[in-house]
T-cell receptor
């Protein structure tokens, strides 16, 4: 789905550095999500947002910060990167509404922290 | 919070055979159960979903069944093909768009 894009696709950085992963969607979906995917753990929710200026913690939020000043953007920041944050990060979005809707995922960012 | 368990973690079948993946969930308030397929190096993509007011749903070779009483749901793939080889994730959701995912099943279809 070209409507949701992540950048960069690959990133290598060093321990202690700040790094920001970008996510942009063109559908005007209300909900946006950040997941990390590690072997043996599937997709674990880091943070999610129900609308602009509304964010909430997921399962594994420690060490991450998000913001959502505009509906279409949902950046994820690692304030001081650690090796344990080496992972593949997926952004996703879904429509709002009382009935649940499927999530649409971006292509992912492969992040390596040395 | 919600807990979703998925079995098996790996599954190998011969082309043409059927494959079944099972998930159990803990929160009886969950009412939406999507299944995603993730090919190697690609993004997860929805293949089928079911809501709690339906017991079964089919889409060509793929079907999903839901047992609310037992709190489990299953993905059935018939006449498997090599292109069905991927990681499959189940998920459960009870609202606010947020889903809890299982750990995934790696399906290998041998030609």
């Amino acid at each position: 789905d070209a409507g949701i894009t992540q950048s960069p696709r690959y990133k290598i950085t060093e321990t202690g550095r700040q790094v920001t992963l970008m996510c942009h969607q063109t559908w005007s979906h209300s909900y946006m999500f950040w997941y990390r995917q590690d072997l043996g753990h599937g997709l674990r929710l880091i943070y999610y947002s129900a609308a602009a200026d509304i964010t909430d913690k997921g399962e594994v939020p420690d060490g991450y910060v998000v913001s959502r000043s505009k509906t279409e953007n949902f950046p994820l920041t690692l304030e001081s990167a650690t090796r344990s944050q080496t992972s593949v990060y997926f952004c996703a979005s879904s429509r709002s509404g009382n009935s649940n809707q499927p999530q649409h995922f971006g292509d992912g960012t492969r992040l390596s922290i040395l | 919070g919600e807990n979703v368990e998925q079995h098996p973690s790996t599954l190998s079948v011969q082309e043409g055979d059927s494959a079944v993946i099972k998930c159990t969930y803990s929160d009886s308030a969950s009412n939406y159960f999507p299944w995603y397929k993730q090919e190697l190096g690609k993004r997860p993509q929805l293949i089928i979903d079911i809501r709690s007011n339906v017991g079964e749903k089919k889409d060509q070779r793929i079907a999903v069944t839901l047992n609310k009483t037992a709190k489990h749901f299953s993905l059935h793939i018939t006449e498997t093909q090599p292109e069905d080889s991927a990681v499959y994730f189940c998920a459960a959701s009870k609202g606010a768009g947020k889903s809890t995912f299982g750990d995934g099943t790696t399906l290998t279809v041998k030609p």
